[in-house]
């Protein structure tokens, strides 16, 4: 295991349904970051999290909502979603800064979530 | 902000053959380059990273250059092998900062 797990692994839902993705890590890190990977696009970052505060909120729609109740569990509330939301939903974490003085890198992530909107 | 632009974005060789995907990034400050893989229906993974005080770190059979003055660093695969099919993302990742910027990926097929 990676210290970075996400569940589930695959969901399907309607487009009036609404599901909570989960994500929790295992590494003491105090950052947390959810990105979207579609098909032959790249990797997109969504949301940030810095010592539980939401720092970046990269233009997504309100249908997809974060919540980060501490520095080890970050969650994905979605409701309404449409069809072209279908994608893999990574979680990640890390220190900030992501390379410390040693040099160490801690940028981590999880297996994903593969959803499916149906 | 830092834009990482990564060339090929698709890459098909012979096992055997080696393998080389580029990349440019724009920030000067931009200090730390990591790689990773990302098999498929799988996370991406770590494996190898360069720091901008080094021009090349090798690991058995992948590789690392980094040239500062022209902004571009380059993943090389030698004796290629089916298992090393997947895609690879290249990042840059600015002095400070704990984001990394991540290319578009390359997905890199290894025919038997």
């Known amino acids: 295991e990676t210290g970075v797990t996400q569940t589930p692994r695959h969901l399907v839902m309607g487009m009036t349904n609404k599901k909570s993705l989960k994500c929790e890590q295992h590494?003491?890190?105090?950052?947390m970051y959810w990105y979207k990977q579609s098909a032959k696009k790249p990797l997109e970052l969504m949301f940030v999290?810095?010592?539980?505060?939401?720092?970046e909120n990269n233009s997504v729609p309100s249908r997809f909502s974060p919540e980060c109740p501490n520095s080890s569990h970050l969650f994905l509330h979605l409701h309404t979603l449409q069809p072209e939301d279908s994608a893999l939903y990574l979680c990640?974490?890390?220190?900030?800064?992501?390379?410390?003085?040693?040099?160490?890198?801690?940028?981590?992530f999880g297996s994903g979530t593969r959803l499916t909107v149906v | 902000g830092e834009n990482v632009e990564q060339h090929p974005s698709t890459l098909s060789v012979q096992e055997g053959d080696s393998a080389v995907i580029k990349c440019t990034y724009s920030?000067?400050?931009?200090?730390?380059f990591p790689w990773y893989k990302q098999e498929l229906g799988k996370r991406p993974q770590l494996i190898i990273d360069?720091?901008?005080?080094?021009g090349e770190k090798k690991d058995q059979r992948i590789a690392v250059t980094l040239n500062k003055t022209a902004k571009h660093f380059s993943l090389h695969i030698t004796e290629t092998q089916p298992e090393d099919s997947a895609v690879y993302f290249c990042?840059?990742?600015?002095?400070?900062?704990?984001?990394?910027?991540f290319g578009r990926g390359t997905s890199l097929i290894v025919h038997p």
């Open positions: 920030d000067s400050a931009s200090n730390y």
């Open positions: 360069i720091r901008s005080n080094v």
């Open positions: 590494l003491g890190h105090n950052a």
């Open positions: 990640a974490s890390s220190q900030d800064p992501s390379v410390d003085r040693l040099g160490h890198y801690g940028y981590t």
């Open positions: 999290y810095n010592f539980k505060e939401q720092t």
């Open positions: 990042a840059g990742v600015s002095g400070g900062s704990y984001i990394p910027t």
